[in-house]
């Protein structure tokens, strides 16, 4: 299984490899993540578990 390591902005920091013995790293949130799932560093976790790519976003949307 796969997790999202998110900071405390809902940002993925980082995508690694999970079991029941993993712990995060300090500052950071484990979402257990499908293994199907294609996410990368920089996607921003979204209150519905979905995420969102920034880079997809118009430009406009972006800066507000």
């Known amino acids: 299984m796969k997790a999202a390591l998110i900071d405390a902005n809902g ?3 980082n995508i ?4 029941d013995t993993s712990t995060p ?3 950071l949130t484990a979402i257990i993540i ?4 294609v996410i990368r560093i920089g996607n ?5 578990g979905t995420f969102l790519d920034p880079e997809q976003l118009p430009p406009e949307a972006a800066t507000h």
């Not at 690694?16 to 079991?19: A, E, H, S, Y």
């Not at 499908?34 to 799932?37: E, G, N, S, T």
């Open 16 to 19: 690694i490899v999970w079991d």
């Open 25 to 27: 790293p300090a500052g």
């Open 11 to 13: 940002v993925v920091q």
């Open 44 to 48: 921003i976790h979204q209150t519905d």
């Open 34 to 37: 499908d293994d199907a799932l």
